[in-house]
Nanobody, 122 residues
Framework: QVQLVESGGGLVQAGGSLRLSCAAS????????MGWFRQAPGKERELVAA????????YYADSVKGRSTISRDNTKNTVYLQMNGLTPEDTAVYYC???????????????WGQGTQVTVSS
């Protein structure tokens, strides 16, 4: 089992930045690929960024590409999502998730955090 706890969400003005963190505990964090998902009211959950277990491979959704960076520190069992140039369209609950093996797709994530709310005001 892997337990995931997100933090760093909040209210920010358009154009601002946030860094989300996801702290993991339980089984070996470094063996899992990690992803950040988001779900806005009335919309489907989408994968916004993912990283392989060593950070060698990354994936970004077109909606955040160029203004977001996913990173991980396996010594701290933590994955981060730095988001810049935020717009109201980024408002959503953000979840981190873990899966075995790397794939730039939204499938096969076995472990999920509870989510952190990001609200961007115009």
């Amino acid at each position: 089992q892997v337990q995931l706890v997100e933090s760093g969400g909040g209210l920010v003005q358009a154009g601002g930045s946030l860094r989300l963190s996801c702290a993991a505990s339980g089984r070996t964090f470094s063996s899992y690929a990690m992803g950040w998902f988001r779900q806005a009211p009335g919309k489907e959950r989408e994968l916004v960024a993912a990283t392989s277990w060593r950070g060698t491979f990354t994936y970004y959704a077109d909606s955040v590409k160029g203004r977001s960076t996913i990173s991980r520190d396996n010594t701290k069992n933590t994955v981060y999502l730095q988001m810049n140039g935020l717009t109201p369209e980024d408002t959503a609950v953000y979840y981190c998730a873990a899966r075995s093996g790397w794939s730039p797709t939204a499938t096969a994530y076995d472990y999920w955090g509870q989510g952190t709310q990001v609200t961007v005001s115009s």
